[in-house]
């Protein structure tokens, strides 16, 4: 394995007990927690990541809510090449409902946060078979205030319950974290 010298900050989302992170009750009469979807995709990212030689750490290592801020600021003190933040998207109440699809944000357009968006989304699209919402501008705190690109990946909706269905399932998570690895890769022009 040769090493590689980039260093990538994962980012699981939300804590395991933020409040609201959650499926509506699904038909098997469970819950799923967000985080249940995020930290595990994060973890099969790593190693992927660290198997390519990358050097990777998380902004979250436990499943406690970690406050965004101090995120930011492990990410910035370590120094990372990039920051990647992997979610699952919810919308309206609370109920199922039709919000579907993956989307991937960066702060601003026209940089290389752009450009890791576009790599790591065009390869999502390319492996998930779900409705595709685009690359988007987004003015949250872990892409404005770190100090490298980052950007945020909203893989499926919670509220959707074909959706929410495929976001308890390894094999979805697999392709996920399998996606976004490429997509990785692709921006530094490496082979996956």
């Known amino acids: 394995m040769t090493s590689i010298n980039k260093i990538v900050c994962l980012g699981d989302g939300h804590g395991f007990e933020t409040l609201g992170k959650r ?54 003190a370590k120094k990372a090449d990039i920051y990647v933040s992997v979610h699952a998207n919810a919308y309206g109440s609370g109920e199922f409902n039709s919000g579907q699809g993956v989307e991937t944000f960066c702060y601003k357009f026209g940089g ?58 390894d094999k979805f998570r697999e392709e996920v974290a399998e996606e976004i690895y490429k997509g990785i890769c692709a921006y530094y022009g490496l082979q996956s």
């Open 112 to 169: 290389n946060a752009e450009k890791l968006a576009r790599a790591v989304h065009a390869q999502l699209i390319k492996g998930t078979k779900q409705k595709d919402r685009g690359v988007k501008e987004g003015n949250f705190q872990v892409l404005r205030q770190t100090k490298m690109p980052a950007i945020l990946v909203e893989a499926a909706f919670m509220t959707n319950l074909e959706e929410a269905k495929l976001l308890a399932s």
């Open 23 to 76: 499926t509506p009750r699904l038909p098997d009469g469970t819950i799923m927690k967000e985080n249940e979807f995020n930290s595990i995709v994060v973890h099969k990212l790593a190693v992927r990541l660290l198997h390519k030689g990358f050097t990777v750490f998380y902004a979250a290592p436990t499943v406690s809510d970690i406050p965004l801020s101090e995120r930011v600021a492990t990410a910035n």
